[in-house]
């Protein structure tokens, strides 16, 4: 089913052997990821033109659905084949790699949390009404945002961690 | 090649796309397991011969 499927949407007439079902799967996994990029940024765009002209179309928030709900399937599908799991073989290969993910999700909470400030506080107000709105309340509201994005990044990422010892 | 089998028929014996013998030539494609017995089978060797063995070994 899932080759007939592959073979109509490549237009291929016949079964694709091995090397090719690899290269096949390869290059619909990349154009799927740009794809999903795509319509992130698309989404944003959908936004920054909403908030321009004070109104919310129908394309934005159906972006939006759509993307959240190809990256949970994705996830979903990933974590029950088990393909993100990483095994720890020794203690120390664990503490490591914990020590990895913290400095990733510090970085990510970071990142998220500036981005939702300019974005949330600057940017849209600024297209919406021309005027900007910032407080330390709001630093303080978008800063403790980030710690929760990158403490769930952190816990998240933790649980792919498979201790063998 | 010993059994004077061009590449176009040793795919097709095989059940893969003559780029994909052309592959394996070259060394840019490893094969899965089921794929080399195959092609041992149909050249009529085994795998260690077919694959192990630099020296002295047509593939």
Redesign the interface.
């Known amino acids: 089913m899932r080759n007939k499927l592959i073979n109509r949407f490549i237009g291929a007439i016949d079964d694709?052997?091995?090397?090719?079902q690899q290269e096949i799967y390869k290059e619909l996994a990349l154009s799927g990821m740009l794809l999903w990029y795509l319509t992130m940024l698309l989404m944003v765009v959908g936004l920054i033109v909403d908030t321009i002209h004070n109104k919310l179309s129908f394309l934005t928030p159906a972006l939006f659905i759509i993307n959240m709900v190809y990256a949970g399937i994705i996830m979903s599908r990933l974590r029950k084949k088990q393909l993100d799991d990483t095994d720890c073989a020794s203690i120390e290969e664990y503490e490591e790699k914990k020590k990895r993910l913290k400095k990733s999700s510090t970085f990510g909470g970071v990142l998220w949390g500036l981005f939702m400030l300019i974005f949330m506080q600057y940017v849209f107000p600024y297209l919406s009404t021309g005027e900007i709105d910032v407080s330390w309340l709001k630093v303080l509201i978008w800063g403790i945002g980030g710690i929760f994005f990158g403490s769930m990044m952190y816990w998240f990422s933790k649980s792919k961690l498979q201790k063998h010892f | 090649m010993q059994m004077k089998l061009t590449q176009i028929e040793l795919a097709k014996k095989v059940g893969v796309a003559r780029q994909t013998i052309n592959l394996i030539e070259n060394n840019k494609y490893n094969p899965s397991l089921s794929l080399c017995i195959c092609l041992a089978k149909e050249l009529k060797t085994d795998l260690n011969t077919l694959f192990w063995e630099e020296i002295g070994n047509e593939k």
């Open positions: 694709r052997d091995e090397y090719q």
